[in-house]
């Protein structure tokens, strides 16, 4: 208890360093895949560079209220204005198995950094569905054993924190055994009811969150402020058909494709006026049915797979005003590139499940 009470203050001190909207990083894409695929995409909104050396990542691992710096790690590197920076668990050797599986080509493309390749110097990439997460400034103390807190952090200020510090989420079973467990999109969220969603799954910031979470939540709602998506998706060819491998079943790819981008809606700020093309794109996530709504002059529309192939074309007349897309027969992370008259470009990402 005093330990939790403890972290309590140091979230409620430090929260006030974030209270502002799209002037500071925060976690934008989580990824919890097969094997040894974790990974992090962390977003810059503001209008210039941050260099990453003065920010660190720390593991909350099965519900415990304290991480040491052992469970971090600094960061490196640099987000460039409006980008994003993507740290990938460095498991690299082609022939490790098990623990030491390497982590997918495709993943390893995506990255921008890799991180704690030795679990027993740093665990802070090792995460499970059932461990929270705690995007923060400050430089690390040498000593491994220091707890993470503003005493012995230099600079410390909490950033973003993803699920709930101090709980342990349970599986499909209601259990918390093991490293199975992950927050799930039903009420409270930590029981196991509804789909398991911090496990096996990518998680996407949504475009309308313009900061990060800077004090432990009494629930984590997986779906508030994120959108899911599964680990893998099946490969489809030019013509939207299923590509069977050598065995006879289907080929998957990690769907990694999202990595690497963020559409938020600081990326509209401080640009100017006349060049932004700001549709509404919905429902996101969709069942099928994708709308576009437009007061711009939008007179292209393409539709581009996960994996670069266009899957549709759309010519838009000066008319209309709400473009609907037909994406039933097909699952998975898409892109819309929209093109003006004038020859300006942008991309939306949209979600089909």
Not at 126 to 134: C, E, H, P, S, T
Not at 221 to 227: K, M, R, S
Request: aromatic share 10%; net charge negative; with cysteine.
């Amino acid at each position: 208890m005093k330990q939790t009470l403890l972290f309590l203050s140091f979230v409620i001190s430090a929260s006030i360093f974030a209270q502002n909207t799209c002037n500071e990083l925060f976690i934008s894409e989580y990824v919890e895949g097969w094997s040894n695929n974790k990974a992090l995409e962390i977003y810059n909104p503001t209008n210039s560079p941050i260099n990453l050396s003065g920010y660190f990542v720390s593991r909350y691992s099965n519900g415990s209220t304290t991480a040491t710096v052992a469970n971090s790690i600094q960061l490196t590197g640099t987000v460039p204005a409006k980008g994003v920076y993507v740290g990938v668990l460095q498991k690299l050797d082609p022939n490790g198995t098990g623990q030491e599986a390497p982590v997918w080509d495709s993943l390893q493309a995506r990255a921008d950094g890799f991180y704690c390749a030795d679990y027993n110097v740093s665990n802070a990439w090792y995460w499970n569905g059932n461990d929270a997460l705690l995007l923060a400034k400050g430089t690390l103390p040498a000593n491994a054993t220091a707890v993470i807190n503003a005493t012995n952090v230099t600079g410390f200020a909490i950033v973003d924190v993803f699920g709930k510090i101090g709980e342990n989420p349970a599986n499909e079973t209601g259990t918390s055994s093991g490293n199975d467990g992950a927050w799930s999109s039903q009420f409270p969220y930590s029981t196991g009811l509804g789909v398991l969603l911090t496990k096996d799954h990518s998680l996407i910031r949504k475009p309308g969150i313009l900061k990060g979470q800077t004090a432990n939540p009494s629930f984590f709602d997986p779906l508030l402020e994120w959108d899911s998506i599964p680990p893998v998706v099946v490969r489809l060819d030019a013509n939207g058909n299923i590509v069977y491998g050598t065995s006879g079943n289907p080929i998957l790819d990690g769907n990694w494709s999202s990595l690497g981008t963020h559409e938020c809606n600081c990326n509209n700020i401080g640009l100017n006026a006349a060049s932004k093309i700001s549709p509404s794109v919905y429902p996101n996530p969709s069942n099928g049915l994708v709308f576009v709504k437009t007061q711009n002059d939008i007179r292209k529309i393409q539709v581009v797979s996960a994996l670069g192939q266009q899957i549709k074309e759309i010519n838009v007349s000066a008319a209309q005003q709400i473009i609907e897309i037909d994406l039933s027969n097909h699952q998975g992370v898409y892109f819309l590139r929209l093109t003006t008259n004038s020859g300006e470009q942008s991309l939306h990402k949209v979600i089909i499940r």
